[in-house]
């Protein structure tokens, strides 16, 4: 992972994947599913269901706890840990 030149501070460019990681600001619990808001341009948010997290092997938990350490790829609707 690495920072593109010229982005704002939670914009990496995703080597592995393509595309660009915002990070993750803060994370809302619902019944079905973990909200996820970062600092972006329009839809500065999205919907991950259970089983898409455990499909990504994202722990939800620790994506309520610490929603910081995680990173989005908004076009292709993925979490990655930064750590």
């Known amino acids: 992972m690495k920072k593109q030149p ?5 914009q990496q460019e995703n080597t592995t ?3 660009f990681m915002e990070q993750i ?3 809302k ?3 079905n599913g973990i ?3 970062w600092s972006g341009a329009d839809n500065s948010m999205d919907f ?6 455990v499909e990504q092997r994202i722990n939800a938990l620790d994506l309520l706890n610490n929603p910081g350490i ?9 979490l990655e840990s930064s750590v």
């Open 70 to 78: 995680y990173l989005i790829n908004p076009a292709d609707h993925r």
């Open 17 to 19: 994947m393509g595309g």
């Open 35 to 37: 909200q996820v808001f």
């Open 29 to 31: 619990k619902f019944q």
């Open 48 to 53: 991950f269901t259970y089983d898409e997290l």
């Open 6 to 10: 010229g982005t704002t501070g939670g």
């Open 25 to 27: 600001e803060k994370s």
